[in-house]
């Protein structure tokens, strides 16, 4: 049996605040700075002369496409990094490396599907999400461009987590500031200085994911990384595939429900209100955006330690470790959700300056974002399901908060005589109801879960 690595051992004994915040404010920063790929991409588009409204709505009508690439990645990186963890702490070196393996090799046949399959429905999926023949043009531009780039995206996002997993969090955060520092850098470039318009901001993310993407595997490859890549793993072996999917399915449908969502509040707002009021969820979903990705980040930084110690059967560690991060998880949703409340005409002009536009997201904002305030409960138990391999658990609640209940009631209330009005209704009101039923469950089910039994299962 081959010795520790040192990023292993602070997983297992390190004190644990200094650790947890070690691993998790390298994992917020690289969610925030990812965000920046689609968030820069706003602030400048939403500024163009004359056009700015319409392509910031166009742009808004992507979300679909692009959040279901990232679903694909999500199943490959959260499916597979927390068991590739698991088998580090039972000191299973070769099996965590076919997990990865197995893992680039899903992502490899993921990009040739998803990019033929968009670029042949692009046209009539653009007009179900919502587009109109005003700002159907910029939508297109930007995804045609984009699409060429899905084997970046897949790569760099899917495969990022394989860092973390093994305690180094902060390469983890380099992969993502290399890509976002030249995304932030090319968009001015493209769009403005050159005149390409949507279209070069198109072109700056699918640059800037391709040189993350590069670092990520060159790192994997190399003898920095525990994991490493190698071609005898890329042959697909059925157990390991199935090991990603199903604990990988839970976040694959929290994403690729996230499209779902987006195609009917989108769709219900150009119904019921106009392209002004799809303009305006552009920014609500950018906002939404931040506050997911401080939580996710926090909480997808600390997992490590649950999922290694988990497999380690180091029970006391687990559970001091996820009782401290649904705490922190749940603080930060309701800090976020009270900046909403005090503040929601600044929010709304980082990505406008038209003030129709800002009016309208200004009003609607607090009440869009008002379940945040509980929705950091959802976020910690959801990933601590994750980190302990209870894939089934994770799965209905990501089935329950979108499918059974926000595309519900965004088809429902407008209905009921809510008009648009039940359209932004419909999010505060699925956050709590799933947040409170996930919270209840986890504190039901914790110590079940924490057994030799359940370990050995995973």
Request: glycine share 8%.
């Amino acid at each position: 049996m081959e010795n520790r690595k040192p990023s292993q051992e602070l997983l297992a004994t390190a004190p644990l605040w200094p650790l947890m915040l070690k691993l998790a404010l390298p994992a917020v920063v690289a969610q925030l700075v990812n965000l920046l790929y689609n968030i820069v991409d706003r602030i400048y588009i939403g500024r163009m002369p004359e056009t700015g409204q319409l392509a910031l709505t166009g742009l808004g009508l992507t979300f679909p496409v692009i959040l279901s690439i990232s679903a694909f990645s999500a199943m490959v990186g959260s499916g597979g990094a927390p068991i590739a963890a698991i088998f580090l702490g039972k000191q299973d070196k070769d099996s965590a490396q076919k997990v990865l393996g197995n893992g680039v090799f899903l992502l490899l046949v993921f990009s040739v599907c998803l990019t033929t399959l968009f670029y042949a429905v692009k046209k009539p999926l653009l007009y179900l999400v919502g587009a109109s023949d005003q700002t159907f043009a910029y939508a297109d531009q930007y995804l045609s461009i984009y699409l060429v780039g899905t084997l970046f995206v897949l790569l760099s996002m899917g495969l990022n987590q394989f860092i973390s997993c093994q305690g180094k969090s902060k390469i983890a955060m380099l992969s993502i500031l290399i890509g976002a520092g030249c995304n932030i850098l090319l968009d001015p470039l493209f769009i403005f200085v050159l005149d390409m318009g949507i279209r070069g901001a198109a072109l700056a993310t699918v640059l800037s994911q391709a040189a993350s993407a590069l670092w990520i595997v060159a790192f994997l490859c190399s003898k920095k990384s525990q994991l490493r890549i190698s071609l005898p793993n890329l042959r697909p072996r059925a157990d390991m595939l199935r090991r990603i999917a199903a604990l990988g399915i839970s976040p694959f449908i929290m994403q690729i429900t996230e499209s779902a969502i987006s195609l009917v509040l989108n769709n219900g707002l150009q119904t019921y209100g106009g392209d002004l009021y799809v303009g305006s969820m552009t920014i609500l979903n950018s906002v939404m955006q931040i506050a997911f990705s401080l939580n996710n980040g926090f909480a997808g930084g600390v997992q490590s330690i649950i999922s290694y110690n988990y497999g380690a059967r180091n029970f006391d560690r687990v559970k001091q470790t996820f009782r401290r991060m649904i705490a922190t998880t749940f603080l930060m949703g309701a800090v976020f959700s009270l900046s909403v409340d005090l503040f929601p005409t600044v929010y709304a002009g980082l990505f406008t300056d038209n003030p129709q536009l800002i009016a309208l997201t200004a009003k609607v904002l607090p009440l869009f974002t008002a379940g945040m305030w509980i929705f950091g409960v959802q976020t910690g138990c959801q990933n601590t399901f994750l980190g302990l391999g209870q894939a089934k658990i994770s799965l209905f609640f990501a089935l329950l908060r979108k499918v059974l209940l926000l595309i519900p009631l965004a088809l429902l209330l407008p209905r009921l005589g809510l008009g648009v009005w039940g359209v932004y209704l419909a999010e505060p009101i699925a956050d709590v109801l799933s947040a409170s039923c996930i919270g209840i469950t986890f504190l039901f089910s914790y110590k079940k879960i924490l057994s030799e039994d359940a370990v050995k299962r995973v």
